[in-house]
């Protein structure tokens, strides 16, 4: 009889790599939040996917960026945590652009580790002839003895399979960490002040995203209905407006976007309330930053 292999994959890559679109490909569930614009993943993000072989806990972290604020260093610092605590590491790159300096600092992280690393090349989806992968296998071969090397699209599953044929080889023999019907460690709350933030950074411009947090203030459960209310914090007054939009109707299509996401989820009738208040420096506030849960760089 096999044994039960257990243990923690995260995922390692630069910014819009595709980590979070491949942490929900491969959960089978949207527990991360998905945007194309950077930095959209502020915290570590645990999805657990149970197999009959094994229970495979991935982590998906925020993308290796140069931290300015308190905020940046924290999100750093879970990634320095990741690569520290887990058994296995996937290296996610965009197989359709260029090595920049952003992945070299990405794979210096890696090659600093002990740590038995996998590379994912993403995005082959958009790659009709997959020769052109070689020259990118070949470089990335010569700078770190990774263990497996698999072309992978997050967005439509190619590779998924091999994905987690390979990483149960890798795993160790171990108990299971959730029970079989958990696919996150993240708590409803933070969930959905995540998706909240999440139709923001859909319907507001770049400066925006950056600006905004979202704190659930209250989740109360009824019978028949879950009634939440979130703060969009911004940091200043001028903030304000492009968040609510004219006559209020970004603010209630954010809310309506949110809502219809939110009650999928939770598989009830949800009353969702909104409100934005000017938070100044929040990214350098401790207490905020406890709030929304980034965790990890605390000064």
């Known amino acids: 009889m096999e044994q039960f292999k257990s243990g923690f994959a995260a995922f390692i890559g630069r910014p819009n790599a595709g980590k979070s679109t491949m942490l929900n490909q491969l959960i089978g569930e949207k527990i991360a939040i998905v945007s194309d614009k950077p930095q959209t993943t502020r915290t570590r993000i645990q999805g657990v996917l149970t197999l009959p072989q094994g229970q495979i806990i ?59 690393s996998f590379l994912l090349l993403n995005k082959i989806d958009l790659i ?53 019907d958990d696919l996150t460690d993240q708590p409803e709350r933070v969930i959905v002040a995540e998706i909240v933030r999440e139709k923001i950074l859909e319907l507001t411009e770049e400066e925006i995203p950056y600006a905004t947090a979202v704190v659930t203030e209250r989740f109360t459960e009824e019978e028949n209905l879950i009634r939440i209310y979130c703060n969009i914090l911004v940091e200043k007054q001028s903030q304000k407006p492009i968040i609510i939009g004219r006559g209020g109707q970004r603010l209630k299509l954010v809310g309506t976007r949110a809502r219809q996401e939110i009650e999928r989820l939770l598989g009830k009738k949800v009353y969702l309330e909104l409100y934005v208040k000017v938070k100044e420096h929040w990214r350098n506030d401790e207490r905020v930053l406890d709030e929304i849960g980034i965790v990890g760089g605390r000064q």
């Open 58 to 116: 991935f982590v998906d972290t925020p993308g290796v960026h140069k931290p300015g604020y308190r905020l940046n260093r924290r999100m750093m610092q879970a990634v320095i945590d990741a690569i520290e605590s887990v058994d296995v590491l996937l290296l996610i790159v965009d197989a359709t652009t260029g090595f920049g300096h952003g992945d070299r600092f990405v794979l210096d992280l890696i090659k600093q580790a002990s740590t038995p």
């Open 128 to 180: 009709k002839d997959k020769s052109e992968l070689l020259p990118l296998i070949d470089f990335y071969q010569k700078e770190h003895d990774f263990k497996e090397i698999i072309p992978v699209s997050a967005l439509v599953g190619d590779g998924k399979e091999v994905l987690l044929n390979k990483l149960l080889e890798y795993l160790p023999e171990g108990p299971m960490y959730f029970s079989e």
